[in-house]
């Protein structure tokens, strides 16, 4: 009897392994496709997953694109409109000129002064005795040289008047943004409280905002008041970030920091410079030294240069080449920087 349990166990265990055999068999396919539909779908998450990221490298490539290709119209645009304001820094007609000195004349009291200084220095070489010749040229320089030799030294001497405080005025634009104050609030508390000429240029700065031009656009006119590079770079940061967006305060104080290294540079090269300066000037000073000296001792032997035509002649020369050779000497002194 224990045997016949022991062959019905053997039966029952060999038939339940024949019907697990048989389900097997019969959900084979089944359970295949299934795993293959499982294998499928992590395969398109995955395509998903990487495709989505393909993607967003790819926005954001053509978002560094598109930024870094509006930057380079924006220089272009720059660029073109930088040609047109370039006149007013190397060659700007008169009548700009005498506004960029900070003179508040018109060109009829100008031309009037004009005549005025050729007259005086006409009837002053003429007392002194002087040929003719010498008065005329006096009167010419009088009328054409020595005012515009005025006009230039006042437009040069504002000019370094605003150099020495524009950083100054970035640096407070600098931590007004930072602090959370606008640009223009920034812009209106220096016309309000910086130090001339550089709260006159930004007053005209806020009056042409308040005319209805935009404050990039109203920043980069300040060349035409103002013939100085640094307005230009201050133009063209301010229109830069308007235009393409960035950090306003960063770039403002990266600028100054730039212009206080320019500046000094150029006091550095002008240290470097005096020596030939010096040397130059006594080259120039030396004919007239001696010929004052050989006066003094021995005027007779001097005095045929003045009286007669041909010493005119030989002084003019003089003068022509010692003129050249001064400038020459300047051009080798001068540094751009």
């Given at each position: 009897?224990?045997?016949?349990?022991?062959?019905?166990?053997?039966?029952?265990?060999?038939?339940?392994?024949?019907?697990?055999?048989?389900?097997?068999?019969?959900?084979?396919?089944?359970?295949?496709s299934?795993?293959?539909?499982?294998?499928?779908?992590?395969?398109?998450?995955?395509?998903?997953?990487?495709?989505?990221?393909?993607?967003?490298?790819?926005?954001?490539?053509?978002?560094?694109?598109?930024?870094?290709?509006?930057?380079?119209?924006?220089?272009?645009?720059?660029?073109?409109?930088?040609?047109d304001?370039?006149?007013?820094?190397?060659?700007?007609?008169?009548?700009?000129?005498?506004?960029?000195?900070?003179?508040?004349?018109?060109m009829?009291?100008?031309?009037?002064?004009s005549?005025?200084?050729?007259?005086?220095?006409?009837?002053?070489?003429?007392?002194?005795?002087?040929?003719?010749?010498?008065?005329?040229?006096?009167?010419?320089?009088?009328?054409?040289?020595?005012?515009?030799?005025?006009?230039?030294?006042?437009?040069?001497?504002?000019?370094?008047?605003?150099?020495?405080?524009?950083?100054?005025?970035l640096?407070?634009?600098?931590?007004?943004?930072?602090?959370?104050?606008?640009?223009?609030?920034?812009?209106?508390?220096?016309?309000?409280?910086?130090?001339?000429?550089?709260?006159?240029?930004?007053?005209?700065?806020?009056?042409?905002?308040?005319?209805?031009?935009?404050?990039?656009e109203?920043?980069?006119?300040?060349?035409?008041?103002?013939?100085?590079?640094?307005?230009?770079?201050?133009?063209?940061?301010i229109?830069?970030?308007?235009?393409?967006?960035?950090n306003?305060?960063?770039?403002?104080?990266?600028l100054?920091?730039?212009?206080?290294?320019?500046?000094?540079?150029?006091?550095?090269?002008?240290?470097?410079?005096?020596?030939?300066?010096?040397?130059a000037?006594?080259?120039?000073?030396?004919?007239?030294?001696v010929?004052?000296?050989?006066?003094?001792?021995?005027?007779?032997?001097?005095?045929?240069?003045?009286?007669?035509s041909?010493g005119?002649?030989?002084?003019g020369?003089?003068?022509?080449?010692?003129?050249?050779?001064?400038?020459?000497?300047?051009?080798?002194?001068?540094?751009?920087?």
């Amino acid at each position: 009897m224990f045997g016949l349990s022991l062959s019905l166990m053997a039966f029952i265990v060999l038939a339940a392994c024949s019907a697990g055999a048989l389900a097997y068999a019969l959900m084979f396919n089944t359970i295949a496709s299934e795993r293959k539909v499982e294998k499928r779908l992590e395969a398109v998450k995955r395509i998903q997953a990487d495709g989505n990221v393909v993607r967003a490298a790819r926005d954001r490539a053509a978002e560094i694109a598109k930024r870094r290709k509006s930057i380079q119209e924006s220089l272009k645009d720059l660029e073109a409109r930088q040609k047109d304001r370039d006149r007013f820094i190397t060659r700007p007609p008169l009548k700009i000129q005498i506004r960029q000195a900070g003179l508040e004349i018109g060109m009829e009291r100008f031309y009037l002064l004009s005549a005025l200084s050729g007259f005086l220095l006409m009837v002053a070489t003429f007392a002194a005795g002087v040929p003719l010749l010498v008065v005329a040229g006096a009167m010419v320089a009088g009328f054409l040289g020595i005012p515009r030799w005025v006009v230039a030294y006042l437009r040069k001497r504002r000019v370094r008047a605003f150099l020495d405080e524009f950083p100054n005025a970035l640096d407070i634009i600098v931590r007004a943004v930072r602090s959370g104050l606008p640009l223009n609030d920034a812009v209106r508390m220096i016309a309000a409280e910086a130090q001339e000429p550089v709260r006159t240029e930004f007053k005209r700065l806020v009056e042409a905002q308040q005319l209805g031009l935009s404050l990039a656009e109203a920043a980069m006119r300040m060349s035409e008041t103002m013939p100085c590079a640094e307005v230009n770079f201050f133009g063209i940061v301010i229109q830069i970030q308007t235009q393409a967006g960035g950090n306003l305060s960063e770039a403002l104080g990266n600028l100054s920091r730039v212009l206080r290294e320019r500046k000094k540079m150029k006091a550095k090269v002008q240290a470097l410079s005096m020596e030939a300066k010096a040397s130059a000037a006594i080259i120039a000073a030396l004919p007239v030294v001696v010929a004052v000296l050989v006066y003094l001792t021995s005027p007779g032997y001097i005095m045929p240069l003045f009286r007669e035509s041909v010493g005119h002649l030989v002084l003019g020369l003089s003068a022509v080449w010692m003129g050249i050779g001064i400038f020459v000497m300047r051009q080798m002194m001068n540094f751009e920087v």
